[in-house]
């Protein structure tokens, strides 16, 4: 991500985790409200549907109270901590395998993009079991089934076997393929189009522009596939039966056949609101811890 002398990789993924885990304290609430409207299949009328964002966050807090705005929490932030140290460690990694395979000394946009594509499979393996208990906790049909993580952990493996741990590995995968390269490569271009910093409130700004932007273009790119990831994944395995959403392209022309193209973008408007915000933040500390880093490096 940066310019000068690369650290060696603990210190990208400590600074990764360090970003990770800020921005989640800080966006989570709209991740729930993004995930209610994603698995509402159809039209639902009532007290039981969502009409959009500020109908959705209305609803939780009036039928369920503030806090279930937090439900589920503790799944992403011990997934947070590995799953973006491993967004940006696996960037960094992957940029020195492919400058060196096609020796290129410098980061090109096209480098970029594909770094970030890479990247973003490396990460899924990592997610997609923490995915999968934060979906389940946080679908309303769930409230009463599960009374916390490790809970929903235990009785997804009874019901469903280990191997359920890992479904929608495959829609998880293209989701996060999608929005790396987007977020990747919106920012290697941002900042060359941007004035270059010369001081750290300028590097600062350097840094929301192109991470928000980021975050925006990988988010417009990749919420198709995260809208089947989270019905994939909040189908439970039933033997003999096969489900309705498994694949993420047939489930996308399912969703699309059933409800119309605009059911691929729901939970648009939440999902865009965290991780366009949410990119500049993780972009912003990041590049600060790894300049903390730096500096005790220097000092020591």
Known sequence: MSQEKPLPFIYNFGAGAVAGVSEILV???LDVVKTRVQLQSGTVTGEEGYNGMVDCFRKIIKNEGFSRLYRGITAPILMEAPKRATKFAANDEWGK???????????TQSLSILTGASAGATESFVVVPFELIKIRLQDR??????????????????AEGIFAMYNGLESTMWRHVLWNAGYFGCI???RQLMPKA???????????VSGATGGTIGTILNTPLDVVKSRIQNSPRVPGQAPKYNWAFPALGTVMKEEGFSALYKGFLPK???LGPGGGILLVVYTGVMDFFRKMRAEA
């Open 27 to 29: 966006m989570y609430p």
């Open 97 to 107: 395998v492919y400058r060196k395979l096609f020796n290129t000394p410098e980061v």
């Open 141 to 158: 049909a769930s409230a009463g089934k599960y009374s916390g993580m490790v809970d929903a952990f235990s009785k997804i493996v009874k």
């Open 188 to 190: 290697f271009q941002v």
């Open 198 to 208: 010369a001081n750290k409130k300028q590097q600062m700004r350097n840094d929301v």
């Open 272 to 274: 865009v609101l965290r």
